[in-house]
């Protein structure tokens, strides 16, 4: 296994659904997570009908942070103190997109 990702629990009242990742160092830098994650986008509107899709990320990990930019999301702004991680707290950088967002998503496919 090189790593994981997924959805978290939809907020389906609200039909929201956030993804997580994680990538084992060794396979950082080949495309894997941005494909993951472009599946997970796919499936998430075209599936689950959902309207927004969020990935929050640790403001100082860079290649986390590249995988929605690359996509197309949206950074909303930092949530504060989001995680507590390696014992310290941590900020989030927050992304969306949104259902009506899909055709710049399209166009990140093709990139």
Do not use: Q
Request: aromatic fraction near 10%.
């Amino acid at each position: 296994m090189c790593g994981a990702c997924g959805f978290h629990p939809f907020e389906l009242a609200n039909r929201i659904g956030g993804v997580g990742y994680w990538l084992s160092r060794a396979y950082v830098g080949k495309g894997i997570m941005t494909s993951a994650v472009r599946s997970l986008v796919n499936i998430g509107f075209n599936e689950h009908e959902l309207n927004r899709i969020e990935i929050a990320c640790a403001t100082g990990n860079a290649r986390s942070r590249a995988v929605p930019e690359r996509l197309g999301f949206t950074f909303e702004g930092v949530l504060r103190e989001r995680e507590y991680l390696h014992g310290s707290y941590v900020d989030h950088a927050l992304y969306s997109m949104l259902a009506s967002e899909l055709s710049s998503f399209d166009k990140a496919l093709h990139r």
